[in-house]
């Protein structure tokens, strides 16, 4: 079973820095696309930052500057490393995963559980 484990939120003053990680697990044949996604109370999920299997980056535009996402060599594990860090920033943050499962082989989606970053005034 393919799933992706997150760590990294927390709690965090205004200002300052956290680096979100999402570690994929299971049959995995490649990752083609990789995204974190963000819902604050009483809000829509809204992307945050998204990465393609070619290396296209894009963020919306509340957090461009701030945040970047990647990857690691192995492409195995997603970062989203945050700065400046604002209370407009509080949400639960998701990861999010279009994948090729080598198990069989085919094409699914995948969400994490979600992590709470708070960001203090």
């Known amino acids: 079973q393919v799933q992706l484990v997150e760590s990294g939120g927390g709690l965090v003053q205004e200002g300052g820095s956290m680096r979100l990680s999402c570690a994929a697990s299971g049959r995995i044949l490649a990752i083609n696309n990789m995204g974190w996604y963000r819902q604050a109370p009483g809000k829509q999920r809204e992307l945050v930052a998204g990465?393609?299997?070619?290396?296209?980056?894009n963020y919306a535009d509340s957090v461009k500057g701030r945040f970047t996402i990647s990857r690691d060599n192995a492409k195995t594990t997603g970062y989203l490393q945050m700065n400046s860090l604002k209370p407009e920033d509080t949400a639960v943050y998701y990861c999010?995963?279009?994948?090729?499962?080598?198990?069989?082989?085919?094409?699914?989606?995948?969400w994490g559980q979600g992590t709470q970053v708070t960001v203090s005034s």
């Open positions: 999010h995963a279009d994948l090729v499962g080598s198990t069989p082989l085919k094409f699914i989606s995948v």
């Open positions: 990465v393609t299997s070619g290396g296209s980056t």
